[in-house]
């Protein structure tokens, strides 16, 4: 069942059945006057015609045992007024407690001190909270609400707009691509898709759109995304390639050296490199776990050529993203190629289940560990590979070995910043990058072929308006989902 997350099927009988009640006799309730407003101009996504509201979005009501969908207008920014719909029963509070239980639940076994770090980001504003709860999105994600007719191919799962960055690949150029793929899984390509469009709205502050830039971004995106399918051949962006905001992004990464690297995450004393535990990229570690994780080098290094290359100067807690925050995650100095302005630094991170898992019906293949599926599907889908990409497998868990990369390496979309015209272009390439990694994956262990992704993009009109409608709506429940958190986290619930 998708919809209510952490509610009974008994609880969820009787909202659906209030809501819908409501919706069936008195519609205005449901609906958030806007006629006194100026409304944005929407080109093809068009709003209901009866009324100034988001176009309808499913909810579920019961049969027996089986559940049906129930169109419920949803009117914008929140869908929180659904939830707290006044028909005789307020479930605010209970609401606002389930909201907060499964994000525990889901978080429990991490490490307190960084996960306390994701905490505090998450209740920055609606984006970063959809960025720190991938479970909880698709958990809430009605999928009837998707086109049915998309391919089923291999998706990043995790798609948002701070999950394209640069990366050195393992031929030593530059390149700017997908870079996490943790989540990565089988499952209907539009997945990927609505996600993407989700965090479009929900970043709104962010850019500093309003509604119409918003949609006229995710359009973009979608027009790019279904070009580059259609021609059916994946390229790639680096430097020589790339344009705007990523080309500027790419070209100063080619001027900077690897003491430039080195100096943001070290510091020099007597002549040798040891890791900058400021509380900002790294914490300090134990002597048990540092022996742990120079014991996981070693035996990654034992396969290697250069084994000395890999000899452990330095470890760290890694402090990184939002997600994974609290997930075992190591930034390791090592000898490199001798100097201390030679050394390099190497990010080792656990791996768990997709948080997708519990909802895709495709069949997965078997794979060794988590981390040999990360590892494989990153292989498969990027242009090229990560230096240093690996998978490291011990009796309790897997870990994936890459390159470190920056998380300052990723274009700034601060509409601050930036003009809308340069995020547009920068959407329009993370569109074809999407295209391209599906089309390079195409025909794999259960994705569908090159030939089914090509067909699919020609029937584009379909469900291109499909798409920004669910998206608005999963945003929707997003903006709900992040105020009953604040309310928790704002109350105590969250200290650790």
């Not at 960025?131 to 086109?147: E, K, W």
């Not at 509604?211 to 051949?233: D, H, M, N, P, Q």
């Not at 900002?280 to 996981?296: F, G, N, Q, S, Y």
Request: hydrophobic share 40%; charged share 25%; aromatic share 8%.
């Amino acid at each position: 069942m998708v919809g209510l997350v952490g509610i009974t099927k008994k609880d969820q009988k009787i909202i659906t059945v209030i809501l819908y009640y409501c919706y069936s006799l008195k519609p205005n309730r449901m609906r958030r006057r806007t006629d006194a407003m100026p409304q944005p101009r929407d080109r093809g996504h068009r709003p209901d015609s009866r009324s100034n509201v988001v176009a309808p979005y499913p909810l579920h009501k019961f049969e027996g045992d089986k559940h049906v969908r129930v169109r419920v207008e949803l009117g914008s920014p929140s869908s929180a007024q659904l939830l707290t719909c006044k028909s005789g029963r307020d479930n605010r509070k209970k609401q606002m407690q389930d909201v907060a239980e499964v994000i525990r639940r889901f978080n429990e076994s991490r490490d307190p001190e960084r996960l306390t770090l994701k905490y505090q980001k998450m209740r920055a504003n609606p984006y970063v909270f959809l960025r720190g709860t991938c479970h909880l999105f698709y958990d809430q994600l009605a999928v009837g609400a998707l086109p049915s007719n998309a391919p089923t191919g291999w998706i990043c799962g995790d798609l948002h707009l701070e999950n394209f960055g640069s990366y050195k690949g393992n031929n030593r150029l530059t390149y700017f691509d997908i870079n996490d793929f943790d989540e990565a899984i089988l499952a209907p390509v539009t997945w990927d898709l609505v996600r993407f469009l989700t965090s479009v709205f929900a970043a709104k502050e962010t850019l500093d759109v309003g509604r119409g830039k918003a949609i006229t971004l995710c359009e973009t995106f979608l027009a790019s995304y279904v070009a580059a399918l259609g021609s059916s051949k994946p390229y790639w962006v680096e430097r020589d390639t790339a344009h705007g905001l990523i080309h500027t992004l790419l070209d100063d990464l080619g001027s900077r050296n690897r003491s430039d690297h080195l100096d943001k995450f070290t510091d020099v004393v007597k002549k040798r490199r040891v890791i900058r535990c400021d509380g900002e990229r790294a914490l300090p570690v134990d002597a048990k776990t540092h022996k742990a994780v120079e014991k996981l080098v070693r035996s990654y290094a034992a396969k290697q050529d250069d084994k000395g290359f890999f000899e452990v100067l330095d470890v760290a807690r890694r402090i990184a993203g939002v997600g994974s925050l609290g997930v075992e995650r190591y930034v390791v100095l090592v000898e490199g190629k001798g100097s201390s302005d030679r050394n390099y630094l190497l990010d080792i991170k656990a791996s768990t289940a997709s948080a997708l898992s519990p909802h895709v019906q495709a069949q997965q293949p078997q794979w060794d560990s988590e981390a040999k599926r990360v590892v494989a599907l990153q292989t498969r889908m990027q242009a090229v590979p990560m230096a240093f990409l690996a998978a490291i497998d011990e009796s309790r868990r897997s870990y994936v070995l890459r390159g470190l990369q920056p998380s300052e390496d990723r274009v700034v979309l601060d509409g601050n910043k930036v003009k809308f015209a340069d995020v547009r272009e920068v959407v329009a390439q993370m569109g074809q990058i999407v295209a391209w990694s599906q089309l390079r994956s195409s025909g794999q262990q259960g994705a569908a072929s090159a030939d089914a992704l090509v067909a699919f993009s020609a029937n584009s009109k379909g469900w291109r308006n499909a798409l920004i409608t669910a998206a608005e709506g999963c945003a929707a429940q997003n903006l709900a989902a992040w105020n009953a958190y604040a309310a928790e986290y704002d109350a105590g619930g969250f200290a650790i």
